[in-house]
């Protein structure tokens, strides 16, 4: 199996085309890439990059390794300094929001996250990064949730 996208930016329900390059995440089994995320990421930062890691290998047979120091060749989770640096920032991005963005050989998936003991202005709490990670599995692995439970994941 091979996942194969290309680079593109995806904000809400528009896509704009960034590059026409190909990214080879996973090919024959294998990837070069890293999940990374800050270690004194929220947990909801935590679970997307272990629903990630779990989904990618039950799709491909490569298990790619969480790491919380960034480097080429990564999928990097939330707002951080590696986004930042990249040139994305969360910062106006709604609750619950997410943006999935690749550039040059990395792929990032940002989203608005409330710390663990932080609550939206609602009340309530965000999630956004694990939703680009669903969003992501979704859309590029073939990844569909079609009822809760461990017989719902196809």
């Given at each position: 199996m091979k996942i194969h996208l290309f680079a593109f930016l995806l904000a809400g329900a528009f896509a704009a085309a960034v590059s026409a390059q190909p990214i080879d995440l996973i090919q024959d089994?294998?990837?070069?890439?890293?999940?990374?995320?800050?270690?004194?990421?929220?947990?909801?930062?935590?679970?997307?990059?272990?629903?990630?890691?779990?989904?990618?290998?039950?799709?491909?047979?490569?298990?790619?390794?969480i790491v919380s120091r960034p480097r080429p060749g990564m999928i990097c989770l939330a707002d951080n300094a590696a986004s930042r640096q990249a040139g994305f920032s969360a910062a106006t991005i709604p609750w619950e929001g997410f943006r999935?963005?690749?550039?040059?050989?990395?792929?990032?998936?940002?989203?608005?996250?409330?710390a663990d003991d932080q609550r939206t202005p609602g009340g309530g709490s965000s999630a956004?990064?694990?939703?680009?990670?669903?969003?992501?599995?979704?859309?590029?692995?073939?990844?569909?949730?079609?009822?809760?439970?461990?017989?719902?994941?196809?």
């Open positions: 089994g294998a990837s070069r890439y890293v999940i990374y995320h800050e270690a004194a990421a929220p947990q909801s930062v935590a679970q997307a990059a272990s629903e990630l890691q779990d989904y990618l290998q039950r799709v491909s047979g490569a298990k790619l390794a999935i963005v690749t550039k040059d050989s990395n792929i990032f998936l940002i989203g608005r996250d409330t956004g990064t694990f939703n680009a990670a669903c969003e992501f599995l979704e859309r590029f692995a073939g990844v569909r949730w079609l009822m809760p439970g461990e017989h719902g994941d196809y």
